[in-house]
Antibody
Framework: QVQLQQSGPGLVKPSQTLSLNCAIS??????????WNWIRQSPSRGLQWLGR?????????EYAVSVKSRIIISVDTSKNQFYLQLNSVTPDDTAVYYC??????????????????WGQGALVTVSS | EIVLTQSPGTLSLSPGERATLSCRAS???????LVWYQQKPGQAPRLLIH???SRATGIPDRFSGSGSGTDFTLTISRLEPEDLAVYYC??????????FGQGTKLEIK
């Protein structure tokens, strides 16, 4: 059973950096089948995909255009974790942040990919 | 970027009734890439349906998905009180961004 366990501060000051961890159990961050994502949810924006990382002979990182200048996703294979760093935050970045696994269900992308496992979510408030 | 529009915004039904939730895409998409999630209060979203009509593991057969092109539907037959949730559709295409609809809130009377 795959589990994603998130951790990180719940309060960040404006202009500072938001940092969150996602610890994976039951799968490997280096899996050739999975993609590891960060998603956030707020009343104003709804569910918003932020970025992803995956390993296919080398590491790939892709980000949403809206946050591309401020976001870094990184990986620690020794800890089987991946991380979100969002710089220069404003109150508009206040949201519940989720990590999630992207996977081709049943092992075949012809069966459709989806976010099949999610972390528990972390409310991050940006306020002074 | 694909924009997904869900309707209605809120649906209020009684136990035992049938719920029909709509998701319309701004352009035609492959049904392989249309996903439905259920989000109960205080919880993370949960995968319900992938590839427009395939139930995820452990999802009761009361939940079914259908559609193609730009119009997709999630149907919940025989509503139960535990189905109280917000339901989201998502386009999980071959490359990002991965967009979500704004959600349909299902209330159980």
């Amino acid at each position: 059973q795959v589990q994603l366990q998130q951790s990180g501060p719940g309060l960040v000051k404006p202009s500072q950096t938001l940092s969150l961890n996602c610890a994976i159990s039951g799968d490997s961050v280096s899996s050739n089948s999975a993609v590891w994502n960060w998603i956030r949810q707020s009343p104003s924006r709804g569910l918003q995909w932020l970025g992803r990382t995956y390993y296919r002979s080398k590491w790939y990182y892709e980000y949403a255009v809206s946050v591309k200048s401020r976001i870094i996703i990184s990986v620690d294979t020794s800890k089987n974790q991946f991380y979100l760093q969002l710089n220069s935050v404003t109150p508009d970045d206040t949201a519940v942040y989720y990590c999630a696994r992207g996977y081709c269900i049943g092992g075949s992308c012809a069966s459709g990919p989806a976010f099949d496992y999610w972390g528990q979510g972390a409310l991050v408030t940006v306020s002074s | 970027e694909i924009v997904l529009t869900q309707s209605p915004g809120t649906l209020s039904l009684s136990p035992g009734e049938r719920a029909t939730l709509s998701c319309r895409a701004s352009q035609s998409i492959s049904s392989i890439y249309l996903v439905w999630y259920q989000q109960k209060p205080g919880q993370a979203p949960r995968l319900l349906i992938h590839a427009a009509s395939s139930r995820a593991t452990g999802i009761p057969d009361r939940f079914s998905g259908s559609g193609s092109g730009t119009d997709f539907t999630l149907t919940i037959s025989r509503l139960e009180p535990e189905d109280l949730a917000v339901y989201y559709c998502q386009h999980y295409g071959t490359s990002p961004p991965y967009t979500f609809g704004q959600g349909t809130k299902l209330e159980i009377k």
